[in-house]
């Protein structure tokens, strides 16, 4: 037999796992979801899980009802009487009395940020715009790892602010800035968080590369660029000193 590497999603199968957390879910001040008996459902193909609850933990008082919120129900015996509610159809979501924001937070991802003593290099069109010897690395289960630098080793004068903002249920909510180089504006190359949650409040006032988008080196390695949608002509170019 011969060794196989941990599973993640995406599954190829619908794959769900019972949860003991309380959740709720609101609309308009009112409660819609009341639920001690959820379960997260990867869907095939699906990157992140969604609830699901026994039917008489959502509130709805009719079938039309249930229509405009898009509650659905499961084709598998295994989740009969189980239903669905897209999360964007309710305007909040606690797991106990803690928000959650974006997805339901996967129990099999880990997210760790580490101080480090790494030499990290960050060059875009061959021009070098960042580099730090006190990088923080974030390790989150299933993607990259992120370089995240402090804002003093980030060469300010190439920056401008963006108007994106991005959302994750593990680090909070994400603003971005440009790069401008020769006068071609490359968005979004940075992010940061103004405000992360607890679980990685050591990342505040560090900037982020995109790693699909720049030549980055660390301890004199030019790593390759992270395949994936955010990686545009993602081949490395040579690094300036």
Not at 124 to 132: M, P, Q
Not at 149 to 155: A, G, I, K, S, Y
């Amino acid at each position: 037999m011969m060794a196989a590497i941990h599973p993640s999603p995406p599954f190829d199968e619908l794959t769900y796992y019972p949860t003991s957390r309380w959740i709720r879910g609101t609309r308009d001040g009112a409660t819609v979801i009341d639920s001690r008996r959820a379960v997260l459902v990867w869907e095939p193909g699906k990157m992140v899980p969604i609830y699901a609850f026994p039917a008489d933990d959502v509130a709805v008082a009719s079938p039309d009802e249930a229509a405009i919120l898009g509650a659905r129900y499961f084709d598998d015996p295994d989740l009969a009487g189980y239903v669905t509610v897209p999360w964007d159809a309710l305007e909040h979501w606690y797991e106990e009395d803690e928000e959650v924001f974006v997805h339901p937070r996967d129990p099999f991802v880990r997210v760790d940020a580490l101080r480090s003593s790494r030499h990290v290099r960050v060059a875009r069109d061959g021009r070098l715009i960042a580099k730090s010897d006190a990088p923080l690395l974030v390790f989150e289960t299933g993607l990259p790892t992120r370089y995240y630098l402090p804002e003093r080793d980030v060469d300010a004068s190439v920056l401008a602010e963006s108007d994106l903002q991005t959302g994750c249920p593990y680090k909070g909510f994400a603003s971005y800035r440009d790069v401008v180089l020769d006068g071609r504006r490359h968005p979004n190359l940075f992010w940061y968080y103004k405000a992360p949650f607890d679980q990685v409040s050591e990342i505040e006032g560090y900037l982020a590369p995109y790693s699909e988008r720049v030549d980055l080196t660390v301890d004199g390695e030019l790593q390759d660029r992270p395949a994936g949608p955010l990686a545009r002509r993602a081949k490395p170019t040579k690094q300036a000193a």
